[in-house]
């Protein structure tokens, strides 16, 4: 099993700009396909974007495709979500997650790992 542990988040204007990692201990980090989730106050948690074990394949989400971008680090075990151009309503915390499946992981269900998340407030 793997371990994940985020961070990065904090405070940003609208139109700013932070970068979110996330830590991987455990089994080999390559192994899986990962993604990024958020929760916002009073919503449900919703899927944001996911890499496949290497990086060469990626999906996001309507509403952060443009903003956000996903990439991976499989020397160091690492996660990152650069988060561009935010808005207010991208104010979440924000998980990482880690599926086994063979494809990319968009919906709760298809990721076997979770982190704790990290909170991002977005606000002037």
């Known amino acids: 099993q793997v371990q994940l542990e985020e961070s990065g988040g904090g405070l940003a204007q609208p139109g700013g700009s932070l970068r979110l990692s996330c830590a991987a201990s455990?089994?080999?980090?390559?192994?899986?396909?990962m993604g990024w989730f958020r929760q916002g106050p009073g919503k449900e948690r919703e899927f944001v974007a996911a890499?496949?074990?290497?990086?060469?394949?990626?999906i996001y989400s309507d509403f952060v495709k443009g903003r956000f971008t996903i990439s991976r680090d499989n020397a160091k075990n690492i996660l990152y979500l650069r988060l561009d151009n935010l808005k207010p309503e991208d104010t979440a915390v924000y998980y990482c997650?880690?599926?086994?499946?063979?494809?990319?992981?968009?919906?709760?269900?298809?990721?076997?790992?979770w982190g704790q998340g990290t909170q991002v407030t977005v606000s002037s």
């Open positions: 997650a880690a599926s086994t499946r063979r494809y990319l992981p968009t919906n709760d269900d298809e990721n076997d790992y």
């Open positions: 890499i496949s074990w290497g990086g060469s394949s990626t």
């Open positions: 455990g089994s080999s980090f390559s192994m899986y396909a």
